[in-house]
T-cell receptor, first 110, second 113 residues
Framework: GIQVEQSPPDLILQEGANSTLRCNFSDSVNNLQWFHQNPWGQLINLFY???GTKQNGRLSATTVATERYSLLYISSSQTTDSGVYFC????????????FGPGTSLSVIP | DTEVTQTPKHLVMGMTNKKSLKCEQH?????MYWYKQKAKKPPELMFV???????INESVPSRFSPECPNSSLLNLHLHALQPEDSALYLCASSQEEYLLGYTFGSGTRLTVV
C-alpha cells in the first residue's frame, strides 16, 4: 500500500509567523485532502487538492502529483491554527484505501 | 446542509453495557465511514458503507456492529467493549467511496470503564 510521511512531526510557532507543512507519498495518487484537527478533536476539511494550487484566506496548498508531495502553507499564524494537520491520500480504486499520514502537531504561541 | 452530525459527543459505558453511536448527513453523499482515533494517532478506518451496503470491514471485532438504516444515517452499535476500546469515534461521508472530499463529524469521545 501507499506510504505517507508528514514533516515536521511537531512545530512551535510564534503568532504571526509563517510555516510550510509537507506530505510525501510513495506512489502516484489522484485523491488528496488536507485536514486540521482542532484541540477538541474536530477534523476540519481544509483542501481537497489532488493536483495544482488552491488558496483559502491565510492558507494555501500545492500538490505536485508527479513528484509525490503536497505542501500546506500557513501565513500569519494565529493561536486558533493550533492542532494537528493531517494529509490523506488515495487512488480512487477498490484496491487502495485512503491512507492518513501521521500528522504534524502545530502549536502557535502568543 | 454541509455537516455531519454525531451523537452523543461523550459516552461513558461499562464493559457489560450496550450503547449506540449515531451519525447523520444530508449532503446526498453515498459513502459513509466509521473511524477510530487514539490519542496522537491518525484516524483508523473501521467500516465503509457505500449506497447503504457494507463495503469494507477492516477486521473489526464483532463487539462493534455497524448499521446503515438509510442513505442519511449510520449507526455503530457497541456491546461488551473493553477498556482499550476507549477512543474518539469519528463518522465521515463523501460523495462516493474511494473519493476524498470527506466531511467529518465532531466525533464521540468514548470511555469504557
Amino acid at each position: 500500500g501507499i506510504q505517507v510521511e508528514q514533516s515536521p512531526p511537531d512545530l512551535i510557532l510564534q503568532e504571526g509567523a509563517n510555516s510550510t507543512l509537507r506530505c510525501n507519498f510513495s506512489d502516484s495518487v489522484n485523491n488528496l485532502q488536507w485536514f486540521h484537527q482542532n484541540p477538541w478533536g474536530q477534523l476540519i476539511n481544509l483542501f481537497y487538492i489532488p493536483s495544482g494550487t488552491k488558496q483559502n484566506g491565510r492558507l494555501s496548498a500545492t500538490t505536485v502529483a508527479t513528484e509525490r508531495y503536497s505542501l500546506l502553507y500557513i501565513s500569519s499564524s494565529q493561536t486558533t491554527d493550533s492542532g494537528v494537520y493531517f494529509c490523506a491520500v488515495g487512488k480512487k480504486t477498490s484496491y487502495d484505501k485512503v491512507i492518513f499520514g501521521p500528522g504534524t502537531s502545530l502549536s502557535v504561541i502568543p | 446542509d454541509t455537516e455531519v452530525t454525531q451523537t452523543p459527543k461523550h459516552l461513558v459505558m461499562g464493559m457489560t453495557n450496550k450503547k449506540s453511536l449515531k451519525c447523520e448527513q444530508h449532503m446526498g453523499h453515498r459513502a459513509m465511514y466509521w473511524y477510530k482515533q487514539k490519542a496522537k494517532k491518525p484516524p483508523e478506518l473501521m467500516f465503509v458503507y457505500s449506497y447503504e451496503k457494507l463495503s469494507i470491514n477492516e477486521s473489526v471485532p464483532s463487539r462493534f456492529s455497524p448499521e446503515c438504516p438509510n442513505s442519511s444515517l449510520l449507526n455503530l452499535h457497541l456491546h461488551a467493549l473493553q477498556p482499550e476500546d476507549s477512543a474518539l469515534y469519528l463518522c465521515a461521508s463523501s460523495q462516493e467511496e474511494y473519493l476524498l472530499g470527506y466531511t467529518f463529524g465532531s466525533g464521540t469521545r468514548l470511555t469504557v470503564v
